[in-house]
């Protein structure tokens, strides 16, 4: 997904596309791995509108995911949402200024600048970007999900396991001895 520079006019421009990400290098890595599998077309709207020779782009992406529950391993399917600012420029804003030896220079990252060469702007890393931070580090099936039992292996969404009540790690068995006063 890419836009040429002098193509935009003063309004800028919204771009609306549905795109697939088995296009997408990370997010196909992603899919052969199974820890997510993005599900169908992800829809990318992105305003770019060109300031004091810079881009600033308002983005949202959507679409949904396959991916499984991080206690009870179930298959769960969620959306992923992600809505961005950022600023395209060709160079560091305030480059070429005199500052002290005692200042510490800001690279573009830490200034919320995505920079790019040539007459062209590629989208396609930022919108992969994108979701990649929006899949959840720890998805859950739901908020109160129970896991799995520790020793059988039961899922106790469903039930509780068929596991004798108390048991104990054999080397603590010695603390039940102790009394306090």
Request: some cysteine; overall charge negative; aromatic content about 4%.
């Amino acid at each position: 997904m890419r836009i040429r520079v002098a193509d935009l006019t003063e309004d800028g421009l919204l771009i609306e596309e549905n795109l697939d990400p088995a296009q997408m290098k990370d997010l196909s890595v992603l899919q052969k791995r199974a820890s997510c599998l993005v599900q169908g077309m992800l829809a990318v709207r992105l305003q770019i509108v060109p300031t004091a020779g810079m881009f600033q782009v308002k983005g949202r992406v959507e679409g949904k995911a396959a991916m499984t529950c991080s206690r009870c391993l179930g298959s769960i399917q969620r959306p992923l949402r992600s809505s961005f600012r950022l600023t395209f420029s060709r160079t560091i804003p305030g480059e070429g200024t005199d500052f002290s030896k005692d200042s510490h220079e800001l690279q573009a990252d830490e200034l919320g600048v995505v920079l790019f060469e040539g007459d062209e702007i590629d989208f396609l890393d930022v919108i992969q970007e994108q979701i990649i931070m929006a899949i959840p580090m720890q998805p859950l099936c739901r908020e109160d999900c129970r896991g799995l039992c520790a020793r059988c292996g039961a899922n106790l969404n469903e039930g509780p396991c068929r596991c004798p009540g108390e048991d104990m790690d054999p080397r603590l068995a010695i603390l039940k001895q102790i009394k306090l006063d």
